[in-house]
T-cell receptor, first 114, second 115 residues
């Protein structure tokens, strides 16, 4: 089966750094995405990793270790507007299929406090 | 421009009604997706169209019927829904094909309530 785990909730302080972890067990791994979703809104793309290592993009960085089935999203200089749900999504190619699909983790609800 | 539009924003329907959700993108993307999202849960894939052909159906009940009239448009026809089908329905699109990043960009969703 396909399994993607994230912590359900996290709390952090404005201006601090927070790391959101994601572990996965999937077949046909073909990349990992992080999305941000504010309540009642659509998910918005944050980052993508397909090779091992760190990808940095402004205040957001994402890390991938394929051998460990592990990724994290690092948010620096936290702002109140970063309060949202953060979704880890693994792209897989189903066996025998030609089309990739995304499988989403359960999401981590981050609350940023003053 | 990474905009995907969806109409309507909100929809309330009875169990005997027939309605349609619409999704449009003008990014030249050739893959389009329908997701269902319940409150405090992640999006769940329903259908994938690739180059205007249905390529994935995640065992969705037949009361949901997708349609891709052309490469820019995606519809979801609804008939005889149940109250448990109430959810946020998200459309997404990506470049398509099997190579490259193929990031999926999401529309704002249609909030559906079935009475």
């Amino acid at each position: 089966g396909q399994n993607i785990d994230q912590p359900t909730e996290m709390t952090a302080t404005e201006g601090a750094i927070v790391q959101i972890n994601c572990t996965y067990q999937t077949s046909g791994f073909n990349g990992l995405f992080w999305y941000q979703q504010h309540a009642g809104e659509a998910p918005t793309f944050l980052s993508y990793n397909v090779l091992d290592g760190l990808e940095e993009k402004g205040r957001f960085s994402s890390f991938l270790s394929r051998s460990k089935g592990y990724s994290y999203l690092l948010l620096k200089e936290l702002q109140m507007k970063d309060s949202a749900s953060y979704l880890c999504a693994v792209r897989v190619r189903p066996y025998g299929g030609a089309t990739n699909k995304l499988i989403f983790g359960t999401g981590t609800l981050l609350a940023v406090q003053p | 421009d990474t905009e995907v539009t969806q109409t309507p924003k909100h929809l309330v329907m009875g169990m005997t009604n027939k309605k349609s959700l619409k999704c449009e993108q003008h990014m030249g993307h050739r893959a389009m997706y329908w997701y269902k999202q319940k409150a405090k849960k992640p999006p769940e894939l329903m259908f994938v169209y690739s180059y205007e052909k249905l390529s994935i159906n995640e065992s969705v009940p037949s009361r949901f019927s997708p349609e891709c009239p052309n490469s820019s448009l995606l519809n979801l026809h609804l008939h005889a829904l149940q109250p448990e089908d109430s959810a946020l329905y998200l459309c997404a699109s990506s470049q398509g094909g099997s190579r490259g990043r193929n990031t999926q960009y999401f529309g704002p969703g249609t909030r559906l309530t079935v009475l």
